[in-house]
């Protein structure tokens, strides 16, 4: 099995690389210049540590390195490191001063890697092939060794090491640190609420706001918002203050996937179109159509929700139904006033400027995306 492994495994990181400059974030221009500096920190910070955890795997369990491998294609292919900005975000906007804990950049790259180790499982549980313009790590692994069974237990294995990656991260930063556990304690939260909302959405839960805010604002927004607060020392007033602005930008952030999955340009998501309708995901335009459509426009969706093998053509006709109801639309006013409503909690002069500024960022950068 290690021969087979390991000829193809220069193959998994050439694909990955090709797909390092994938679209990510509107960061041009003057605004977007701190984005960019975090983007280009966290990456450099990630490829020491991958090329690190290679030498070390070697050593322990001799020639292969397919699953660091692995982890390193997905991490490094694309990404918008959209969490280590609200990370360093957060902290500017309770820190006094221009000195940076060097915690910071690795707490960056344990949110990289957590959410890794996340997308590894959660496309093998939708059975999602694609992610960030390339393969999933299970469809990698399973050309690789050309064996289905095995590459897809390859691939958890491969999310359990990236998890065990995270875990190392975050210890190692923050093992000094009076803070530490306040940290821990946020991580671990964030780790547990993220695994109990995918459980939702698995089983389809009606309740789409909960499974959204548990699986992608607890470990998207709110997480990294709460760690960045606490490794900046905020006060309770300011630590109020950032929930208040990362509990709407939290559902904004899946709205949003939710819209682009739907009727975002495949080039730009990296996922076909419309796979959410055949993955049977519950998402707030299949909610929103089952509440305010047509029997006949709720039966057309019912007869593509959760088929894995519906044609293009029904996806598509699923899809421009829910363009010609208004559905498409209603969702994106829900998604305008989310984003509204985190801009106004960011009002008055509770926080520090600075970071006040890049929050804002922040929003824009999502509205724009």
Known sequence: MTTRLEGRAALLDREGHLHESAPTERTDGPRGQWLRAVRERVDGELGAFFAAKRELTR????????????????????????????????????????????????????????????????????????????????????????????????????????????????????????????????????HQEVVLGQELDLVATRDVSRMQKLKTGSYTVEGPLRMGAILGGASAVELERLEAFGTPLGEAFQVRDDLLGAFGDPAKTGKPRGNDLRAGKRTVLVLECERASLPEERALLASVLGRAQASDTEVHAVLAMLERTGVRARVEDRLRHLLDQARGALAGNTLVPRGRTMLLELVDALTLA
Request: proline share 4%; charged share 25%.
């Open 59 to 190: 050593r322990i369990g001799g020639d292969t390195t397919v699953l660091v491998d692995a982890i390193a294609a997905l991490t490094m292919r694309g990404g918008k490191r959209l969490r280590p900005a609200v990370l360093f975000a957060a902290y500017r906007a309770v820190a006094r001063g221009d000195e940076e804990p060097a915690a910071l950049v690795r707490l960056a790259c344990a949110l990289e890697l957590l959410q890794s180790y996340l997308l590894i499982h959660d496309d093998w549980m939708d059975r999602d092939d694609e992610r960030r313009g390339g393969p999933a790590v299970h469809a990698a692994l399973r050309a690789q060794v050309g064996d289905a069974h095995l590459g897809d237990a390859l691939a958890i294995l491969a999310g359990d090491l990236a998890s065990a990656y995270a875990w190392e991260l975050m210890v190692e930063a923050c093992a000094s640190l009076p803070c530490a556990p306040a940290l821990t304690a946020a991580f671990v939260r964030m």
